[in-house]
């Protein structure tokens, strides 16, 4: 087993992570009934994607002598209506100017592992996704 997720009332759960012991707690958004204090589970979903592309990239940046230290995301998750569900996922790549130099050969190496990182290949193809680069565009 992955984690254990226990609803704990008034729209919000606690997730534990079994191997770590590590957890966090989901909140309803406010548009939906809950009270916004902490990530939804479709925030946890937008924000699992920026998670495992930075990862993957981390992973292969070692491997070319490259650290992605101070690299930033900012994520935007568009819902959609009738059935409610996540129907775009932005994300916004900040990268430090320390990376801003590296090579185009670099640069293509490490997007294309981010685009084909676990999450991004388990996303349904429905969901709109948009990465900007910013520096790297």
């Not at 226990?6 to 606690?14: D, E, I």
């Not at 994607?49 to 230290?69: F, H, N, P, Q, S």
Request: one cysteine or more; a negative charge.
């Amino acid at each position: 087993m992955t984690s254990v997720v226990v609803y704990v009332g008034g729209l919000r759960t606690t997730c534990t992570h079994l191997q770590s012991h590590s957890s966090i707690e989901t909140d309803a958004p406010t548009d939906n009934h809950g009270k916004g204090e902490r990530f939804s589970p479709t925030d946890l979903m937008a924000t699992s994607l920026a998670t495992c592309m930075l990862t993957v990239m981390g992973i292969k940046a070692r491997t070319m002598d490259i650290e992605l230290d101070g690299t930033k995301t900012e994520v935007e998750k568009i819902m959609k209506a009738e059935p409610r569900r996540v129907g775009g996922i932005n994300i916004m790549f900040h990268i430090p100017e320390s990376l801003q130099q590296i090579g185009d050969k670099e640069k293509t190496i490490l997007k294309n592992t981010a685009h084909t990182c676990p999450v991004a290949q388990s996303i349904h193809p429905d969901i709109e996704v948009n990465v900007n680069w910013g520096a790297w565009s």
